[in-house]
């Protein structure tokens, strides 16, 4: 049986270049989703949303392998980052972050089988929180993008430049949630060798 590897069948999605910022127009896809507020390297309810949405992911992966009989890889973490007054969104406010964590579905997951998953998961012995995992469809269209090679915390000049420049240079605005796409693991990864990709939707600006 093929296993699909969507990050190699959507490059333009998840291999951008660390150089300059591009654009790119991102479709409508359908993720798992669970939101909640705080600190993530300090928040119980951030751990609780992780460990959700790997063990659903994975719950759906081997619902699909045997019906209907697609293998795939599961997608990376992926984050959406927040706070009402986005003028104050800055590395030392992050317990009053908001944010949705999310892991990207293929197009065949059903309403059913997250259902079906998400009752399987429920029975382990130590299930995760699974309160407020959702099944929804997400589309951003057109975004700006760029990968940051380095620690989550260094990507804020990154995104100061993108903000400050880039965008008032090519007529843009934000029209989205700051988003990131986690292509390395942190417990196995050495800091300084993670890939992040950064992302902003954006429309023209009046």
Known sequence: MEKINFKNRDKQLYQPGAGDFTLVDVPRMLFLMHSGSGDPNTSPAYQRAVSALYSVAYKLKFMSKANPGIDYSVLPLEGLWWMEDMSQFSQASK???LWTMMIRQPDWITPVMFQQACEQVSKK??????????LEAYTEGTSVQIMHIGPYSTEAPTIARL???????????PA?????IYL??????????????????VRRAI
Do not use: F
């Open 125 to 134: 012995k130590d299930p995760p929180d699974l309160t407020r995992l959702l």
């Open 95 to 97: 317990d009053e972050w």
């Open 176 to 180: 989205g949630k700051h988003h990131e």
């Open 184 to 201: 390395g693991d942190p417990r196995k990864t050495a800091p300084e060798k993670l890939r992040t990709v950064l992302r902003q939707p």
């Open 163 to 173: 903000h400050n420049e880039y965008l008032p240079a090519h007529g843009l605005t």
